[in-house]
Structures are given as C-alpha cells and as structure tokens.
C-alpha cells in the first residue's frame, strides 16, 4: 500500500509541473506535438492501432479481438484513471492524431509477469513489482515514421515513469517488429526471453493465446499471419 499512496502523491505533483511547464510535454517539430489523451481521442487512437497492424500483414481481425475490444475499448478508464497509468498521443498541426504511447502498473499491463515476479524468490530484480510500469501500445502511422515521433514518446513515457518513481519499465513487442526493436534498444531497453505463444479463436470469437512448450525457432521469422504463433520479445530498463 505504501507504493501506491506514494505514487498518487507523486502523480499529483507532476502533474501540477505538467501544467507549469507543458510546453517541454508539447515539444513542437515540425508542426508535431505530444499531449495527453482526451476523451474525443479513443476512436484515432483505435484506428492508428488498426492501421499499424494492417501495414504488418494482420488482416485477419488481430488488432480488433486482442486489442481494440481489449484495453483500447476505454483507454480512460484503462490508462488515464489508474493511478501509475498514462496515454500520450502524438499530433499533428494540433488536429489530426498520428501516434500514441501508454503506460500501465506491471500489475495491470502484464500481469503473467507481475505474478512471475512476486513467485520467484531468485528473481534478479532487487524491486518490488508495484515499481514496475509497463510500456504499451506504442505506434505511428507510417506517412510520418522516421520524424523522430516514435522516440519522442518513449522518452515522454520514460521521463514520467521516473517522476512518479517507477523503478523499471518493461514491455513485450513481437520479434518480427524489427523497428521497434531497434528503437528500444537505442534507448537502452534489455532484451530478455522470448516467448512463444499459437493462437486460437473460441466460441465467442476471443483470440486465446496458449503458451508453447516446444520452441519453433524455424518459423520465428514468418508474420503470424503465417505462422498462427506469436513470438513475443521481453524487453528491460532500469530506472
């Protein structure tokens, strides 16, 4: 209980710097700027989700089962209102919403790794999980990739995990989204295990995802479409 009345004290002030200093939040390149999500934002952000898995070859419904229907159905009530959570948006000539970024308590963004954590008494990490965040649902539309855009939300995002003392940031991306990758690493993100998971659709149209025993490492290059499996990289940064 202690970290989390800690982190809403500490929520509360950034937010009171946020206000005084927003202009550092909105940083303007080329017409571009990085705000906080409003309300009238949900249905741009869940069509750049769309259209960013679309461009990676998932035509196959991915992004609406798993994500859209998922956390990105209320992304108020999923990012903004708990606390430790966030969404950013990237904007473009203060009108149209050409990236996003979100962060959530480990507890809530991944809680297969959080319970991982609190059960293995020899875990490397010397934190309690409460002071890990999780890095979601970063994408740009690709008419504006290679502007620095996708950086400049990372580094929001890391910048307001340190303020409200976040310890470290993890996050999951699939191997096959070498960009991402890429980005992550620039920024000093460490790459840990790589899971496998296939994909079925139950009987209420969920994608359910079964974690493999057996490795495929011969099929980890194909797009999912292809492959019907995931194959989900675990990324670190200590803060």
């Known amino acids: 209980m202690f970290f989390f009345y800690y982190r809403r004290f500490l929520i509360k002030l950034y937010h009171i710097k946020y206000k005084i200093i927003s202009a550092s939040f909105c940083m303007s390149l080329n017409n571009i700027s990085i705000r906080s999500f409003k309300s009238e934002d949900l249905l741009h952000c869940q069509d750049i989700t769309r259209a960013v898995y679309q461009e990676q070859g998932y035509t196959d419904g991915y992004a609406e089962k798993a994500i859209i229907e998922g956390d990105l159905a ?12 966030h ?10 919403i050409i990236g996003q970024i979100g962060i959530q308590p480990l507890s809530i ?7 991982d954590i609190l059960q293995n008494s020899e875990s490397a990490l010397s934190i309690h999980p409460d002071q890990i965040c999780e890095l979601r649902r970063l994408a740009v539309l690709s008419k504006y990739r290679r502007q620095h855009i996708a950086s400049r939300l990372v580094r929001t995002l890391i910048e307001y995990a340190k303020n409200i003392d976040y310890k470290a940031i ?5 191997t096959e989204m070498k960009a ?6 620039k920024f000093g993100f460490k790459r840990d295990k790589i899971e496998q ?3 079925n659709i139950d009987s209420n149209n969920k994608i359910k995802y079964t974690k493999s025993t057996v490795f495929d490492h011969h099929l980890i290059d194909l797009p999912m479409s292809e492959s019907q499996r995931l194959y989900v990289q675990h990324y670190w940064l200590m803060l």
Do not use: K, P
């Open 87 to 96: 969404w950013w948006v990237a904007v473009f000539d203060n009108e149209q």
């Open 180 to 185: 991402a990758c890429q980005l992550y690493e």
């Open 74 to 85: 209320d992304i108020q009530m999923n990012y903004v209102n708990i606390s430790g959570g």
């Open 197 to 199: 998971y296939n994909i």
């Open 109 to 115: 963004g991944n809680e297969a790794c959080y319970r």
């Open 170 to 174: 993890h996050l999951t991306t699939l």
